[in-house]
């Protein structure tokens, strides 16, 4: 496949499904960096925009309906993702890389293996964004110095896995190599777990009582925010390991809630300083 797709990224052809948030910042991101840009939305406003703010260079409200590519990009929810894969094989049939950029992994990749023999398929998922989705919010910054997953399948050619990385690298990313497995028990732990627990914070919390709501609070319930339009796709999809990660917190949480009603203030102590020290592994670590 690497004779017939241009080496480099700087010449190729690259349309991203999806301009909100996560798919127009990276169009930002990627512009003056590859041969064209093009752009798919269903959305007449979205499209609009896009030309306007010249986010990418032509737009589309039908996937059927775009100019021959050499990577396309799929930047939608992770159940739009899985409808598209389902109909790529009849809509296009030229030699194309196809990568994702989907907040979970493992049911994406088993659905790119169902891919016809033509598309050269690898996973994505870039650890960043807002609470605020859509093409208004997005700037290419949010890219610089994320992590960035990188999920080759068994078939991802050594082609795919090069263009991706140069990907990466164009946007200011930092690649992370990972089976999809391992992928989704991460993000189970640092960013499903915390969109939840978040979200019983705010639930949990009367509206009597936040007269003296500070930045700690609002820090703690921002994620609370996020338009379930994106998470509950990937609360499906991801539902085993969020189980594991819940499972995992309600234990702490229960350690905690012995102390106060023992009055054990010496083990409270104790784990209080055990969660201070482990956040700075966390945090040196990551």
């Not at 890389?97 to 870039?126: N, R, W």
């Not at 009597?208 to 379930?228: K, Q």
């Not at 010496?266 to 700075?280: M, S, Y």
Request: glycine fraction near 6%; charge should be neutral; include cysteine.
């Amino acid at each position: 496949m690497s004779g017939q797709l241009p080496l480099s990224l700087s010449k190729c052809r690259v349309l991203i499904v999806g301009l909100g948030l996560m798919g127009a910042s990276l169009a930002l991101a990627l512009r003056g960096k590859c041969k064209a840009l093009y752009g798919v939305d269903q959305n007449e406003d979205t499209c609009r925009l896009a030309l306007m703010h010249e986010v990418v260079d032509a737009v589309w409200q039908d996937a059927t309906q775009t100019k021959p590519v050499d990577l396309i990009i799929l930047a939608v929810p992770v159940g739009q993702i899985l409808s598209l894969l389902k109909k790529l094989n009849e809509t296009i049939q030229t030699h194309t890389v196809i990568m994702d950029i989907g907040s979970t992994k493992t049911a994406i990749c088993q659905a790119m293996q169902e891919l016809a023999a033509h598309f050269d398929p690898i996973g994505g998922h870039p650890m960043c964004g807002k609470e605020t989705l859509g093409i208004q919010s997005a700037e290419a910054a949010i890219y610089q110095g994320a992590p960035f997953a990188l999920v080759p399948l068994e078939r991802t050619s050594p082609y795919a896995k090069s263009l991706a990385e140069q990907l990466v690298t164009a946007v200011g990313s930092r690649i992370v190599w990972l089976d999809a497995e391992t992928h989704d028990r991460m993000v189970a732990a640092v960013s499903h777990l915390p969109y939840l627990l978040a979200s019983a914070l705010t639930l949990g919390t009367p509206l009597e009582l936040t007269a003296l709501i500070g930045p700690g609070f609002r820090s703690s319930t921002r994620l609370a925010a996020t338009p379930t339009t994106m998470m509950l796709d990937v609360l499906k999809t991801n539902r085993s390991f969020i189980l594991e990660a819940i499972a995992r917190v309600e234990r702490e949480l229960t350690q905690l809630q012995s102390c106060l009603e023992r009055e054990a203030y010496d083990v409270l102590n104790h784990r209080l300083n055990l969660a201070a020290e482990h956040l700075q592994k966390i945090l040196q670590k990551g």
